[in-house]
């Protein structure tokens, strides 16, 4: 059983006191219930460093996390413990790479931790970026041929034909026809060369 208390003020002074009791139970089943990401998880830290709520029940108010054995979550136990508002980071602590929010809960003594495995955001992320890579190269090839298309027909196939025509004429041939195909300086340069 876990008690917490609150005094009611009004004009300053102390008119009564709320408790709470909430069975240890009850609160670890909350805890354990919720879900963070596909394989995040939460648990509580008490005010003497036990975890609560833990998914690893063998450690459940019987290890402190800041006496764990690895390094890292002992460091991360200590900077839990000495929180006074909400803070997230990033650690590897908890057996692999992950954001981390902790906050301590009102004046309980209790910190709430929160992890999120890096993984379960960084593969979406990673499948969208290649996706949009595949996508924009898939745009810039169907521009790129588009664009081919165009100059070929607009610019290059007219342009041979003028050479054409004209090396017949340099050649001596004055009967070969100069056809304005396009009412653009390409055409003009074709009846230019038909007069």
């Known amino acids: 059983m876990m008690s917490s208390s609150a005094p009611i003020r009004a004009g300053g002074r102390v008119v009564g006191v ?29 005010q003497s460093g036990l975890y609560a709520a ?25 900077k839990i413990m000495g929180l006074t508002e909400p803070e997230h980071f990033m650690s590897d602590a908890f057996g692999e790479e992950a954001y981390i929010v902790a906050m301590p809960i009102a004046s309980t003594g209790l910190h709430l931790v929160l992890v999120a495995p890096t993984s379960d955001y960084s593969g979406p992320i990673h499948t969208a970026i ?25 610019i290059a ?7 054409a025509s004209a090396e017949k004429i340099a050649n001596g041939d004055l009967t070969a026809q100069v056809v304005a195909e396009h009412d653009d300086e390409l055409g003009h340069l074709a009846t230019a060369i038909s007069t």
């Open 157 to 163: 196939a007219p342009i041979q034909h003028l050479l």
């Open 130 to 154: 290649v996706t949009n890579v595949i996508a924009a190269l898939l745009v810039i090839l169907l521009l790129t041929g588009a664009i081919y298309v165009i100059f070929e027909r607009r």
């Open 54 to 78: 833990s998914p690893d029940a063998d450690a459940n108010m019987k290890q402190k996390i800041t006496e764990s054995t690895d390094k890292d979550r002992r460091e991360l136990g200590e």
């Open 18 to 46: 709320v408790t709470v009791d909430i069975g240890m139970k009850q609160l670890e089943d909350y805890i354990q219930g919720l879900k963070i990401g596909e394989h995040g998880y939460a648990f509580l830290v008490t």
